[in-house]
């Protein structure tokens, strides 16, 4: 079994460097940090969990509150925070929660019957009585790709990345463009604001009806939400998703109706999860940090728990436009 010993001999460092770096303090270069980390990783060593619980008097027991609905973007992020996690000696309670006020309570109640060093969201609640409850009992939380108010944050900027995937499509000379998203949460309601601020830029009017919000992120809604928009009125050219799923569902109507993409509709996505680029055609999405976000929620925790309390503020991470083959120019 790999112990402290053998990852500072393999590191050339001492086992005190190395057990810093386990147990999340800050006086560690980050280059070394990095180095340990990843000998961590490699050599699979898992520390003891039990002897660290007693002498720190900690659970190392980490929540995560995600929605029973979870897409393939949380799928994708929740493994690379898992395993993260994992490096730092925690293991993980998932707690499911649907899209309303029951629902949130049950997870509540749950939340308060477990032993937790500290709660990851990778969904977004609403009841303020959960951010009561996680300040009255000093429990850390990290938001992970969405803000919320008073949780130290990991995420991209959602309006910019939404104006410039928006801006994309009206530079490929688009002028009716079309979105499908949701306001439940803050990051549909932020990428819608990009879609509309896009178009204000760009001295187009905005208008409302060019938006449909569904209540969930998913390729079933996605689907539901083309079909309104062609029941409404053909008279588009390019659609803006607020995620990949959403996009997905968009295209499967769009072929069974008969129409060409990007020949007739251009179609842009925003996660980029790992099946957009399979898709026939090639999926042109915002491209999110998925691995660095993962990285950073876990970590960032990790700190909260052994004392960091950092700045206070979010950690805003870079996006990228991919362009595939989803979009062109309009004829």
Do not use: W
Request: glycine share 8%; charged share 25%; aromatic share 10%.
């Amino acid at each position: 079994m790999v112990s402290i010993k053998d990852i500072a001999k393999q590191a050339g460092m001492s086992p005190a460097t190395v057990s810093r770096v386990i147990n999340g303090k800050n006086n560690v270069n980050p280059d070394k940090r990095d180095q340990i980390l990843k000998i961590i990783e490699e050599t699979g060593y898992v520390p003891n969990k039990a002897a660290r619980s007693m002498v720190l008097q900690r659970s190392f027991t980490v929540g995560i509150i995600i929605n029973d609905t979870f897409n393939m973007f949380q799928r994708q992020l929740f493994s690379v925070i898992e395993r993260r996690l994992g490096f730092f000696g925690y293991h993980t309670l998932f707690f499911f929660v649907q899209f309303d006020g029951a629902s949130e309570e049950a997870c509540l109640v749950r939340l308060k019957s477990e032993a937790l060093d500290g709660i990851i969201m990778i969904h977004e609640m609403k009841d303020p009585r959960f951010y009561a409850y996680a300040l009255e009992m000093r429990i850390p939380l990290v938001a992970s790709t969405f803000s919320t108010q008073g949780v130290l944050s990991i995420h991209v900027n959602e309006e910019q990345a939404a104006f410039d995937a928006v801006s994309h499509l009206i530079s490929l000379g688009h002028r009716k463009i079309c979105m499908i998203s949701g306001g439940g949460f803050s990051f549909g309601r932020q990428r819608a604001e990009g879609f509309f601020q896009a178009h204000e830029a760009a001295g187009l009017e905005r208008n409302e009806n060019r938006l449909i919000q569904v209540p969930y992120y998913t390729i079933e809604f996605g689907m539901y939400g083309m079909r309104e928009f062609l029941l409404r009125d053909r008279d588009f050219s390019a659609l803006f998703a607020a995620t990949d799923e959403l996009a997905i569902g968009a295209l499967r109507v769009l072929r069974d109706e008969g129409l060409r993409v990007p020949e007739d509709i251009s179609v842009v996505g925003f996660d980029d999860i790992e099946i957009a680029d399979y898709l026939i055609p090639r999926l042109t999405t915002i491209r999110q940090p998925l691995d660095e976000i993962g990285e950073q929620t876990a970590l960032t925790l990790h700190k909260l728990i052994n004392g960091y309390r950092g700045t206070g503020m979010d950690m805003i991470l870079p996006y990228k436009l991919i362009i595939r083959e989803s979009t062109a120019r309009k004829i």
